[in-house]
């Protein structure tokens, strides 16, 4: 059983295109994050939602948008993509927004041709 | 949250104890250290966490120095599988918005 599960796992697709990576978690968590691992393996909070509200944006471009249709999903979608939007994405969750340790799924590489 | 240091790099024997160093002098009185380890091509796994006691799981150790400036993660019997960038974070444990702020951690290669 996947705590945490991206779909998909790898996405090809060519600039200017619009795509979706879907995050589930079934650990019946209440936060949710999307974290950015870039090449030189860098990782970077880009959203938080707790209880599907939007708590952390961190000065992500608006071509990213996430939406948290309930607590058990977090969904990021990416407008017009761009070279530079080639990187791992990743989906964690905790319980509450506080100290509680993140759970991470297993990443979607993407890359932008 | 306060920054943290690590060696970029580090190799271990197999069977033999890991001990990987963080520094943290300007950690606050109310900020936990964490550790992390991420294995190649997955996502960052929790490995454990503490405040001023020393910590134990299943399998590791947290030694927190008395003055909390720095820290060591002991892997006491390193495996092939233990393998990956290990991550020590700083983080305000009450009133935070959860995020945490990764640095560039410490490869750690063990090798047979």
């Known amino acids: 059983d996947t705590a945490v599960s991206q779909t998909p796992k790898y996405l090809v697709t060519q600039m200017g295109n619009d795509k979706s990576i879907k995050c589930e978690q079934n650990l019946g968590h209440d936060t949710m994050y999307w974290y950015k691992q870039d090449s030189k393996k860098f990782l970077k909070i880009m959203f938080s939602y707790n209880n599907k509200e939007l708590i952390i944006n961190e000065t992500v471009p608006n071509r990213f948008s996430p939406k948290s249709p309930d607590k058990a999903h977090l969904n990021l979608h990416i407008n017009s993509l761009e070279l530079g939007d080639s990187a791992v994405y990743f989906c964690?969750?905790?319980?509450?927004?506080?100290?509680?340790?993140?759970?991470f799924g297993n990443g979607t590489r993407l890359t932008v041709t | 949250d306060a920054k943290t240091t690590q060696p970029p790099s580090m190799d271990c024997a197999e069977g033999r104890a890991a001990n990987l160093p963080c520094n943290h002098s300007t950690i606050s009185g109310n900020e936990y250290v964490y550790w992390y380890r991420q294995i190649h091509s997955q996502g960052p796994q929790y490995i454990i966490h503490?405040?001023?006691n020393n910590e134990t799981n299943e399998m590791d150790s947290l030694i927190i120095t008395e003055d909390r400036k720095s820290s060591t993660l002991i892997l006491p019997h390193a495996t092939l599988r233990d393998t990956a960038v290990y991550y020590c974070i700083v983080r305000v444990a009450a009133g935070n918005t959860g995020k945490l702020i990764f640095g560039q951690g410490t490869t750690l290669q063990v090798k047979p």
């Open positions: 964690a969750s905790s319980k509450g927004a506080g100290s509680a340790p993140l759970h």
């Open positions: 503490g405040l001023k």
